[in-house]
């Protein structure tokens, strides 16, 4: 597709149901990035894949959150027994080069996640 | 560690007036910084980095070293300009690490 797309766009989860957000990056790009934004806040830093491999995951904010990327295309993120706390606005982003200059992030429109 | 600050939430200028969006950051290596603009109902989208020296939508972001500063400048604000924006930092060991400030809301009044 033309741009980095995000599934679903909203979500309503009640506390301590698990639930997994979908990100379909541009073709081609190597780098997948996860970040999760608060309200009123900057994007926060999640984890990082380069093509299927996982090479940052240190943002992740507790082990109730996993990501993966099996073919390094289409990213899943995955948030286990899902607290109040969890809820924001999950960001997915990519970019062509795995390091370098020129390699500015492509955003998805984000998955809102909302935990009642 | 890395830190990227935006210091106002929110700046509101008339349409025409000088607008500066101030942005300081934290880093030991060498920074590469970039500004994201995010308009209403659409996705975040890069307006413009350090490394290019370009002007984009009349927009421009000097990088200063010497007081760790990036600020987004533009001579003449325009209505369509109100968005939120965000200054980012780019580090990691592989180069691919982005922190993101915590935004400032731009209202250009008519």
């Known amino acids: 597709g033309a741009g980095v797309s995000q599934s679903p766009r909203y979500k309503v989860a009640k506390r301590g149901q698990d639930v997994a957000l979908r990100c379909d990056p541009i073709?081609?790009?190597?780098?997948l990035f996860w970040y999760q934004q608060a309200l009123g806040q900057g994007p926060e830093f999640l984890t990082y894949?380069?093509?299927?491999?996982?090479?940052?995951k240190s943002g992740l904010p507790s082990d109730r959150f996993f990501a993966e990327r099996p073919e390094g295309s289409v990213s899943t993120l995955k948030i286990q027994r899902t607290q109040q706390e969890d809820s924001a606005v999950y960001l997915c982003?990519?970019?062509?080069?795995?390091?370098?200059?020129?390699?500015?992030?492509?955003f998805g429109n984000g998955t809102r996640l909302t935990v009642t | 560690a890395q830190r990227v600050t935006q210091p106002e939430k929110l700046l509101s200028v008339f349409k025409g007036a000088p607008v500066e969006l101030k942005c300081n950051y934290s880093?030991?290596?060498?920074?590469?910084l970039f500004w994201y603009v995010q308009y209403s109902r659409q996705r975040l989208q890069l307006l413009l980095r350090?490394?290019s020296r370009e002007s984009i939508k009349g927009f421009t972001a000097d990088l200063n070293k010497g007081e760790t500063s990036f600020h987004l400048k533009k001579p003449f604000a325009q209505e369509e300009d109100s968005a939120m924006y965000y200054c980012?930092?780019?580090?990691?060991?592989?180069?691919?690490?982005?922190?993101f400030g915590p935004g400032t809301r731009l209202s250009v009044l008519p």
């Open positions: 982003a990519s970019s062509f080069y795995r390091t370098g200059k020129n390699s500015p992030l492509h």
């Open positions: 073709s081609g790009h190597v780098s």
């Open positions: 894949f380069q093509n299927e491999a996982q090479l940052d």
């Open positions: 880093y030991s290596g060498s920074p590469e």
């Open positions: 350090h490394i």
């Open positions: 980012a930092l780019k580090w990691g060991n592989y180069g691919q690490n982005f922190v």
